[in-house]
T-cell receptor, first 118, second 113 residues
Framework: DARVTQTPRHKVTEMGQEVTMRCQPI?????VFWYRQTMMQGLELLAY????????DSGMPKDRFSAEMPDATLATLKIQPSEPRDSAVYFC????????????????FGPGTRLTVL | KNQVEQSPQSLIILEGKNCTLQ??????????LRWYKQDTGRGPVSLTI?????NTKSNGRYTATLDADTKQSSLHITASQLSDSASYIC????????????FGGGTRVLVKP
């Protein structure tokens, strides 16, 4: 049963510290997404990769957030320095985009990383 | 501005009853519309995906409809079960550069015995 895995599941840190969240997409998927979810804002797209290339990171605060895919089995989201307003659940999702049409790309979400910045 | 509005914000229904959730969007040009179910403490799970040319799609007791003319979609839950208690999120994908997704705020459904 293939699934997206995320680590850590929970992270509590102090303001100013660096936070790194990791995601292992489903093997064979060619897209990876990072989302942030809060009670106030709901789900927001932070970054989107296809074939490991960043296609859209317009939703991400560039001064402190960075997203990378060092290889096809690992995606990372880093916050440096972290701030209390970054407290949220961060979801990674992966999918398989093909050229057969706009409705083919189901995204499979990981369990999320719950981040608390004190 | 491209927006997705969902209603109601929350809903309480009795087990066995039906309910309908609404999603209105202003996204244009439109590529597809998805409904996700999110259980508390878990990631969203895809229920249905509809392209602009489809007007209904079912997944078990979940049926989504789409009216591209009025830019409205609904998700109908038939014979609700306790396990249907979750948030339901409507997501619209733009047919534009970057294929951006616009998310609704979700409807929280509570099914009571």
């Amino acid at each position: 049963d293939a699934r997206v895995t995320q680590t850590p599941r929970h992270k509590v840190t102090e303001m100013g510290q660096e936070v790194t969240m990791r995601c292992q997409p489903i093997l064979g998927h060619n897209t990876v997404f990072w989302y942030r979810q809060t009670m106030m804002q709901g789900l927001e797209l932070l970054a989107y990769f296809r074939n490991r290339a960043p296609l859209d990171d317009s939703g991400m605060p560039k001064d402190r957030f960075s997203a990378e895919m060092p290889d096809a089995t690992l995606a990372t989201l880093k916050i440096q320095p972290s701030e209390p307003r970054d407290s949220a659940v961060y979801f990674c999702a992966s999918g398989l985009e093909t050229n057969t049409g706009p409705g083919t790309d189901t995204q499979y979400f990981g369990p999320g990383t719950r981040l608390t910045v004190l | 501005k491209n927006q997705v509005e969902q209603s109601p914000q929350s809903l309480i229904i009795l087990e066995g009853k039906n309910c309908t959730l609404q999603c209105n969007y202003t996204v244009s040009p439109f590529s597809n519309l998805r409904w996700y179910k999110q259980d508390t403490g878990r990631g969203p799970v895809s229920l249905t995906i509809m392209t602009f040319s489809e007007n209904t799609k079912s997944n078990g007791r979940y049926t989504a409809t789409l009216d591209a003319d009025t830019k409205q979609s609904s998700l109908h839950i038939t014979a609700s079960q306790l396990s249907d208690s979750a948030s339901y999120i409507c997501v619209v994908k733009w047919r534009a550069a970057g294929n951006k997704l616009t998310f609704g705020g979700g409807t929280r459904v509570l099914v009571k015995p």
